[in-house]
């Protein structure tokens, strides 16, 4: 069998190194494999992956965003049908999204050389959830590269197209928050294109009728073996010898922090973990004394190992949950008495005060919000910035459960006849057109009594300000069509449609309570661009005349990070002041002022 990552090594003609993220280098690595076909939806922290694909050659590189994870992934499929190599990437949560897709594609196989990179983010910096896809993985019958720095992230890259077209199989290359955006020396490469495959004239392999899917799951079965073998001679799976008393087994970015907390223990480092290399694991633990396995989150290695009939140990000293650290791994250590236990007073045990997460001065879904609360509705939330307002000061969201849940959620609750609120969905721009429409038709055929409150702010604004079929500009910024917001709502079946300016507050709080009142399905939209937009809409800054504020508190209540108390007192209160700099005019604070004390900065 050829051995790519040596074919990949005669390729570097040229050694260059520069400081790459682990998301830099997953995109460098696609770029030098050849790819010519790139999706995503953007999900922190997988973002960057196709931001930094659009830096290259538009003419080299087909790089768009989808409108979710199942849409990319089926485009990459698509171009792997035509026979080019393709990526689609995602956050952990967006691999549920592509699901679908991605099972029926473990049967089908691939022509291009097919590669979807998955972040998963341990400690849940930013998501719902610290899912582990190495489970995914196994279910779907696909191996896994797990690359421990942004070196191996665009090394595993490109090997992954080699070994996508050599087993006949997607390839999951899975990085985690901490490699995502942590930047270190890259040693860089040259592009290699292949050659275009043309199209496989064959439906017994392309379509997946039952009579086909039975006959090519054995040919799945028969593959993981076959990758097995792979990976029991691969030099990716390294074998590091030392102290016999005691081995330790990682993958990922474990492997560094393994490698720090104890240098002179033998470690086997798997670039897989699935499928396991058997072979190399039974003589890695026959050579040592006493095994543990050290791994983020769940015993997926640990599991596969103790099923082999070998006694090892892991999460009885390593957490199930949070992102791991050298702390992390030598308190483990120390707990299964293989290392000094940390002292008390070591810098590592130093915790900052947390600070609570907050909307933007200026935020447009503010209003919104503001007025749900004054309105006293029941809201299903969803996933965005305006997700903090399940949290004080404005404390108006009930529910939030994943990516375009609100409509269905909302659906469910007035068909349960049982709650006396109003009954609000609230989602995003970019949200509503990953995963939104559908439960709008279904709140339009089921002819239930909701309100649907979609804050159009022009932009995915939480994942870093990143473009959608609403903005009118795709990835690389250029001009295309603008999906109307409106015209989608009739077109389903929406009678009663209404649109307001988010900073508007007597305007939203108005048209939330007649649609509240509507019996059938109100949709409302709240249109104002977000304030990081590269277009900004800004007016002129505020200020507070201290002599006139009476402390009521009615601006505080913004949760505007703009806002806060005065350091004197006036007239023997604390006042409030405004940040001039931090202002950005949207007036929401005069329109609550009861006293009229604040005004526009005089030029």
């Not at 799945?220 to 073996?225: K, S």
């Not at 103790?306 to 308190?331: D, H, N, Q, T, W």
């Not at 809201?379 to 108006?396: H, Q």
């Not at 849940?405 to 609230?426: D, H, Q, R």
Request: charged share 20%.
């Amino acid at each position: 069998m050829s051995r790519p990552e040596a074919a990949q090594a005669d390729e570097r003609t040229e050694v260059r190194a520069r400081p790459l993220t682990g998301n830099e280098a997953i995109a460098r690595g696609a770029w030098e494999a050849g790819v010519k076909v790139a999706s995503a939806y953007p999900g922190t922290p997988s973002t960057e992956i196709l931001e930094s694909l659009a830096g290259y050659d538009a003419a080299e590189i087909n790089a768009e965003w989808s409108t979710n994870e199942k849409v990319a992934t089926d485009v990459a499929i698509g171009a792997s049908f035509q026979g080019v190599r393709a990526l689609a990437a995602m956050k952990h949560v967006g691999l549920n999204v592509a699901a679908d897709s991605v099972m029926s594609q473990t049967y089908i196989g691939v022509n291009g050389g097919l590669v979807i990179a998955v972040c998963d983010d341990p400690g849940i910096h930013s998501s719902q959830n610290e899912q582990d896809t190495r489970l995914f993985c196994r279910l779907a019958n696909i191996p896994v590269l797990e690359p421990a720095d942004a070196q191996e992230a665009l090394d595993f890259t490109r090997l992954a197209y080699e070994l996508s077209e050599e087993f006949d199989t997607a390839v999951i290359v899975r990085a985690t928050t901490r490699l995502s955006h942590t930047r270190s020396p890259v040693v860089i490469g040259t592009r290699t294109v292949p050659e275009d495959k043309p199209f496989i004239e064959d439906p017994n392999k392309n379509v997946t009728l039952p009579a086909v899917a039975r006959a090519r799951h054995p040919l799945v079965i028969e593959r993981e073996e076959k990758l097995r073998a792979y990976f029991e001679q691969s030099p990716l799976t390294r074998w590091d010898r030392g102290d016999g008393s005691f081995g330790i087994i990682t993958n990922g970015t474990s492997y560094p922090y393994v490698k720090e907390v104890a240098p002179g223990a033998s470690v086997l480092k798997l670039a897989a973990s699935y499928p396991l290399a058997e072979k190399t694991v039974r003589e890695f633990c026959d050579s040592v004394d006493r095994v543990l396995v050290v791994e983020e989150l769940e015993p997926f290695i640990e599991a596969a190992v103790l099923a082999l009939g070998i006694k090892v140990e892991g999460k009885a000293f390593f957490p199930r949950v949070g992102e791991f650290s050298p702390e992390v791994v030598r308190a483990g250590l120390a707990k299964a008495g293989l290392a000094e236990a940390p002292s008390a007073t070591h810098e590592w045990n130093v915790r900052p005060i947390m600070r609570p997460p907050v909307l933007c001065a200026g935020c447009p879904h503010t209003g919104g919000y503001m007025a749900l609360r004054a309105l006293d509705a029941r809201v299903a939330g969803d996933i965005g910035c305006y997700t903090l307002a399940a949290v004080e000061p404005l404390r108006s969201i009930d529910t939030n459960v994943c990516m375009g849940a609100s409509i269905g959620n909302a659906v469910g609750m007035a068909k349960a006849g049982t709650e006396t609120k109003p009954i609000v969905a609230t989602i995003g721009d970019s949200t509503f057109l990953h995963s939104g429409i559908p439960p709008l038709i279904d709140a339009v055929y089921s002819n239930v009594d909701i309100t649907v409150l979609i804050l159009d702010n022009k932009i995915t604004a939480m994942t870093g300000g990143q473009d959608h079929p609403g903005t009118g500009r795709n990835l690389r910024g250029e001009e295309a069509h603008q999906v109307d917001f409106e015209q989608i709502c009739q077109a389903v079946g929406v009678k009663w449609l209404r649109k307001v300016d988010s900073y508007d507050l007597g305007g939203l709080y108005q048209t939330m309570r007649e649609a509240a009142q509507y019996k059938g399905v109100a949709v409302v939209i709240s249109d104002r661009p977000c304030v990081l937009d590269p277009v900004k809409i800004r007016g002129p800054a505020l200020t507070v005349q201290a002599a006139g504020c009476v402390a009521c508190q009615a601006c505080m209540n913004l949760g505007c990070p703009a806002i806060t108390w005065s350091e004197g007192m006036y007239d023997g209160h604390h006042k409030v002041k405004i940040d001039e700099v931090a202002c950005i005019g949207c007036t929401l604070c005069a329109q609550v002022c009861p006293s009229d004390c604040i005004q526009p900065v005089e030029q």
